[in-house]
């Protein structure tokens, strides 16, 4: 079966910009996690969506948002773009009885 | 707060084997993964330890001593398809998604 899809993969902003980036996780999964992948912070939690509802959120200011739709497939958007953003989004899926987390390749987001 | 340590790099020639080690300290601790990392690609699921002991796949296995707040990845009859980055990540609260990853360990296998 398909495995995780990210929208877009590579993209280029400016400060001040905002983004929006598109996940669809393995059909059947109802669950999309979001993590923020750069070279000096390594993987970081941002936010998790279970039938279309935050289930949790990771520190990271309010700039950074998602949302889930009824068919699972999930946004994230993050507003006024900083240079710090520039990093490797990754999208995760899993199934309700395991923990295991099936990654997309990511949208890997510069910022000038 | 979390954090988890394990060792930057590490080299090993082909057909060695080769463990990289995790300490961590978290909150709370329900258990402990390991994902592979190539450049450029996701990072897939390797093991996951909530319970003491070894857990075996194939070439690989790994170990959780909670006690310690330890762990380990063994990669045994290393092959050149090895070199990538391996996580260890800890799950300390209730949700299974929500992971604190360790900041890898990068593997090169040499011929």
């Known amino acids: 079966k398909a495995g995780v899809t990210q929208t877009p993969r590579y993209l280029i902003k400016t400060r001040g910009q905002q983004v929006t980036l598109s996940c669809s996780p393995i059909?059947?999964?109802?669950?999309v996690s979001w993590y923020q992948q750069t070279p000096g912070q390594g993987l970081q939690f941002l936010f998790e969506?279970?039938?279309?509802?935050?289930?949790n959120k990771g520190n990271f200011p309010g700039r950074f948002s998602g949302r889930q739709f009824s068919n699972s497939r999930s946004e994230m958007n993050v507003s006024t773009l900083e240079l710090g953003d520039s990093a490797l989004y990754l999208c995760?899926?899993?199934?309700?009885?395991?923990?295991?987390?099936?990654f997309g390749e990511g949208s890997r987001l510069t910022v000038l | 707060g979390q954090s988890l340590e394990q060792p930057s790099e590490v080299t090993a020639v082909e057909g060695a084997i080769v463990q990289i080690n995790c300490t961590y300290q978290?909150?709370?601790?329900?258990?402990l993964s390991w994902y592979q990392q190539h450049d450029g690609g996701a990072p897939t699921f390797l093991s996951y330890?909530?319970?003491?002991g070894l857990e075996e796949t194939g070439r690989f296995s790994s170990f959780l001593s909670r006690s310690d707040s330890y762990g380990y990845l063994l990669l045994q009859e290393l092959q050149m398809k090895d070199s990538a980055s391996y996580f260890c990540?800890?799950?300390?609260?209730?949700?299974?998604?929500?992971?604190?990853f360790g900041s890898g360990t990068q593997l090169t296998v040499l011929p």
């Open positions: 969506y279970f039938s279309e509802t935050q289930r």
């Open positions: 978290t909150s709370g601790f329900y258990g």
């Open positions: 330890n909530a319970l003491d």
């Open positions: 990540a800890v799950r300390d609260r209730g949700s299974a998604r929500q992971l604190t």
């Open positions: 059909s059947g999964h109802r669950s």
């Open positions: 995760a899926s899993s199934g309700e009885l395991t923990g295991e987390l099936f």
